[in-house]
C-alpha cells in the first residue's frame, strides 16, 4: 500500500439514491448519504487488492462538503487518493463529480481490521 493510491468509482444516480427516497432531504435530487456512500465504496476497492487476506477496512470519519445537486440520472463517480497511513488507520482525499463537475470534497478515514477478529466482538 502506498501513498498517492487512486481509485475512481462510476454509477448513475438512481431514484433509489435521492434525498426524498432515502429521507434527508425531500427532493429528487443525490442525496448527500449517497455521495459519501460511493466515496467510501471508492475508498474502501482502492486499499482492498493490497490487504492481507482476511482483512478489510471499515470506515471510522467522513468529513465531505456536498457543493452541488445532482439530477437522477446522471453519470456520478467518486475519485480516491490515500493520503496517509498511521499505522492501522488511512486517511484519504475524496472527490465526487457529476456530468457538470465537482459535487463535493472532503476527506475520509478508514481502519484495516482483521474481519474474524472483528466479528467475534458480536459473537453471543
Known sequence: MEIGMTYTLERTAREQ???AVMGSGAVHVFATPAMILLMEEAAAFC????LP??????????NVQHVSATPIGAKVSAITRLVGINGRLLEFEVEAFDEKGLIGKGTHQRAVIDVQRFMSKFDK
Open 47 to 50: 486499499v482492498q487488492s493490497e
Open 53 to 62: 487476506e482476511g482483512s478489510t477496512t471499515v470506515g471510522t470519519a467522513v
Open 17 to 19: 439514491d435521492s434525498a
